[in-house]
C-alpha cells in the first residue's frame, strides 16, 4: 500500500476538492481511473496481488474508502 498511496495521494485531493469532500465522493471519483495508480506496484509486487488490491480498491466500498482515507491523510500532511 505505501506504493499505492503516494500515486492516488494527488487524485483523491483533487476529486475531493471538485466533488464536495466526503471520503466516499472521493473513492468513486477516482475508483474508475485509478488502474494506472497501481501500475507502479507491479515492479516491486507480485502481480496478483496487486490485482487483488486493486480490484479490492475499486470494487469493494469498505476497502476503497478506507484506501481513499489514507491517501487523503497523506494529502494533509499526515502521518499513515
Same mark, same amino acid.
Given at each position: 500500500m505505501r506504493i499505492i498511496l503516494p500515486a492516488l495521494t494527488e487524485k483523491v485531493d483533487a476529486a475531493r476538492h471538485r466533488g464536495g469532500g466526503s471520503v466516499e465522493e472521493a473513492w468513486k471519483a477516482i475508483r474508475g481511473d485509478s488502474e494506472a495508480s497501481f501500475q507502479a506496484a507491479l515492479n516491486t509486487v507480485a502481480r496478483v496481488? !496487486?490485482?487483488? !488490491? =486493486?480490484s479490492k480498491f475499486m470494487?469493494?466500498? =469498505? !476497502?476503497?474508502?478506507?484506501?481513499?482515507?489514507? =491517501?487523503?491523510?497523506?494529502?494533509?500532511?499526515e502521518e499513515v
Open positions: 496481488k !496487486v490485482l487483488y !488490491v =486493486a470494487n469493494n466500498k =469498505a !476497502v476503497g474508502t478506507m484506501i481513499t482515507q489514507a =491517501a487523503l491523510t497523506l494529502a494533509a500532511g
